[in-house]
């Protein structure tokens, strides 16, 4: 049986493996985060069995954490930038966000401007 601190390691290793990316947003931030998370959890990690420790991705969890502030700041700044959105009461797959550029994004069965927003990638979110 492995202890609690060579699991904490194990987990501290698995996300600081996750600092190679480098070009994510705000990465080191979400690495320290999660390993003080995991930290602080120490006690339940004995609930935690080896087998599911090995195969949980921690790179995976930090990048995921990532990607998602980014893509609440993104769009956080886009709610700016969002003219209206067009919306077809009895074809609801013909909705579109438009932005004050001139842009659109085709966003069906969306009914609120927060709710096309989320519904985008981050992709598209950083090509406005």
Do not use: W
């Not at 202890?3 to 320290?32: D, T, V």
């Not at 995991?38 to 004995?46: H, P, S």
């Not at 004050?100 to 992709?123: C, D, R, V, Y």
């Amino acid at each position: 049986m492995i202890s609690n601190k060579e699991k904490l390691e194990f987990i501290i290793r698995g996300l600081n493996s996750a600092a190679e990316i480098g070009a994510l947003y705000k990465l080191r931030e979400c690495i320290k985060e999660r390993i003080e998370f995991y930290t602080e959890m120490q006690d339940k990690l004995t609930l935690l069995s080896e087998v599911d420790l090995v195969n949980h991705s921690f790179r995976g969890e930090v990048i995921r954490l990532s990607e998602f502030k980014e893509k609440i700041m993104l769009t956080n700044k886009l709610v700016k930038k969002v003219e209206c959105l067009e919306r077809h009461s009895f074809a609801p797959e013909m909705n579109k966000l438009h932005f004050k550029n001139g842009g659109f994004f085709s966003t069906p069965q969306m009914l609120t401007i927060e709710a096309a927003l989320n519904s985008l990638e981050l992709n598209q979110l950083k090509a406005i």
